[in-house]
C-alpha cells in the first residue's frame, strides 16, 4: 500500500473541511451583516417618522404664538404629501393643561411617532404651550 496516497486522500479531506469551515462562516457574515442593514433601515425610518412629528410640534408651538385658536376637536393636518402625515390630535380627556399630541406617520412604512404637548389656554382664548415632551 502507498503511504503516499493515503496521505494525499486525508489532506483532500481536511482541505474539504477546512473550505467548508470558511464558507459557514462567510455565510455566517453575511447574515450578521444583512440583519445590521435590516436594523439600521429601520432604525432610520423611526428616525425620520420623529422628526416630522417634532416639525408638527415647532409647527404647533408657532401656530399657537401667533395667536391662532382650536377647540381641541378634530385634527389638524400639519402636512400630508404620498410620503408622510403630520396631524396634530389632542387627548379626549378635558384637563387643564391640554394634552396634544404630534403624530409623524410615514405611509409607506407603517411607522408613526409622537411628540407630547402640553397646552393651556388663557381668558383670552391664547393657547400657550407649556412643555413638550419629546418621546
Same mark, same amino acid.
Not at 17 to 32: C, P
Not at 92 to 113: N, Q, T
Given at each position: *500500500?502507498?503511504?503516499? !496516497?493515503?496521505?494525499?486522500?486525508?489532506?483532500?479531506?481536511?482541505?474539504?473541511?477546512?473550505?467548508?469551515?470558511?464558507? $459557514?462562516?462567510?455565510? *455566517?457574515? $453575511? +447574515?450578521? %451583516?444583512?440583519?445590521?442593514?435590516?436594523?439600521?433601515?429601520?432604525?432610520?425610518? $423611526?428616525?425620520?417618522?420623529? #422628526?416630522? !412629528?417634532?416639525?408638527?410640534?415647532?409647527?404647533?408651538?408657532? /401656530?399657537?404664538? !401667533?395667536?391662532?385658536?382650536?377647540?381641541?376637536?378634530?385634527?389638524l393636518?400639519?402636512?400630508?404629501?404620498?410620503d408622510?402625515?403630520?396631524?396634530i390630535?389632542?387627548?379626549?380627556?378635558?384637563?387643564?393643561? +391640554?394634552?396634544?399630541?404630534? /403624530? %409623524?406617520? $410615514?405611509?409607506?412604512?407603517?411607522?408613526?411617532? +409622537?411628540?407630547?404637548?402640553y397646552?393651556?389656554?388663557?381668558?383670552?382664548?391664547? *393657547?400657550?404651550?407649556?412643555?413638550?415632551?419629546? #418621546?
Open positions: *500500500m502507498n503511504m503516499g !496516497a493515503h496521505n494525499a486522500g486525508f489532506i483532500t479531506y481536511v482541505a474539504i473541511f477546512t473550505m467548508s469551515f470558511l464558507l $459557514l462562516i462567510a455565510f *455566517m457574515g $453575511l +447574515r450578521i %451583516g444583512q440583519i445590521s442593514e435590516s436594523n439600521a433601515v429601520d432604525e432610520l425610518h $423611526l428616525e425620520e417618522a420623529h #422628526y416630522a !412629528a417634532q416639525s408638527g410640534a415647532h409647527w404647533f408651538v408657532g /401656530y399657537c404664538k !401667533a395667536g391662532n385658536t382650536w377647540d381641541f376637536q378634530g385634527k393636518i400639519v402636512a400630508d404629501n404620498e408622510v402625515e403630520i396631524t390630535e389632542a387627548d379626549s380627556s378635558s384637563d387643564s393643561p +391640554r394634552h396634544v399630541i404630534s /403624530y %409623524g406617520k $410615514l405611509k409607506h412604512h407603517e411607522i408613526v411617532s +409622537r411628540v407630547h404637548m397646552v393651556t389656554v388663557d381668558k383670552d382664548n391664547n *393657547m400657550h404651550v407649556i412643555k413638550v415632551k419629546p #418621546y
